[in-house]
């Protein structure tokens, strides 16, 4: 189902332009919501919205995620078409922004999944990009989305008000935007592996893999959205929390299941919600669907 044509502000495509299939993107939107249930019914996530609670948020819970999930689940499919024909930045960018709206009404004005709309988007686009032929069809998506779209994402315009440009601005974090320009390296040099990895060992258990690549993202990143909530002393108390975890052996060891939830609860006694890396573990699930046959 694409997005109502008397709502759409993007531009119109270029008449040499070629559509991706309705049904291919359709699919590739469906996976793309698909990854951000799968991120929400992961638990435990420190202080992160999922099934089981709110983690550290009083105005959302995982019934406001999942309509803003199905909310922006047209505009996945329209940016996938975007790039397909060639969209340039701007184009994506007034499809997000679209999406955005889309989100705030099915919340209530509660911002839910700005930085996936973002991410995910953009992986949504290069996917289009990459089965029309535009690009070569063994890149990874994250060098798709480097190859086109890198430059324009690094040099355009900023949300003033969001808490990732304002972390850039006290703290000089790099956040979503240099993670993107760059073609997501914390998603292939890490997320992946690790997700990888732990279904090799252990494939009845997806859940405790998806655990696992989100202590690894929390331990390694420099979340904004940490630094929002807690500073850079909150940034390190949850890096120094996540990587404990990791070295007492994370998801392989006895009793892992207690000691997450122990460091969720901490998590939530500070206020602090690592939102970038849930965004990075959706990411993670989305990239390994689509590159299964691919080397991380």
Known sequence: MRPDATRRLAPVPPATATPA???????????AVRCLLLEVATWPKPGLVSHMDSGSHDD?????????????????EALVDAGARGGAMGWLRVIGLEAEAAMLRATSGINTHRGAIFGLGLLCAA??????GHVDG??????VVTRLWGPAILSGPVLLHSHGTSMRHRYGAGGARVEAALGFPTVYQLGLPVLRRRLREAPEDAEAARVEVCFELIAAL???NLLHRGGPVGLRFARRCARAFLDQGGVRSLGWRDRAREIHQRFVARHLSPGGSADLLAMTLFIDDHEGELPA
């Open 222 to 224: 420099e979340d904004t």
């Open 138 to 143: 063994s890149s990874t998506l994250g060098a």
């Open 21 to 31: 299939p309705v049904f291919a993107a359709e699919a590739i939107a469906a996976s």
């Open 60 to 76: 959302m819970d995982a019934e406001t995620f999942r309509r803003s999930a199905l909310a922006i689940s047209p505009y996945f």
């Open 127 to 132: 996917a289009g990009a990459r089965g029309s």
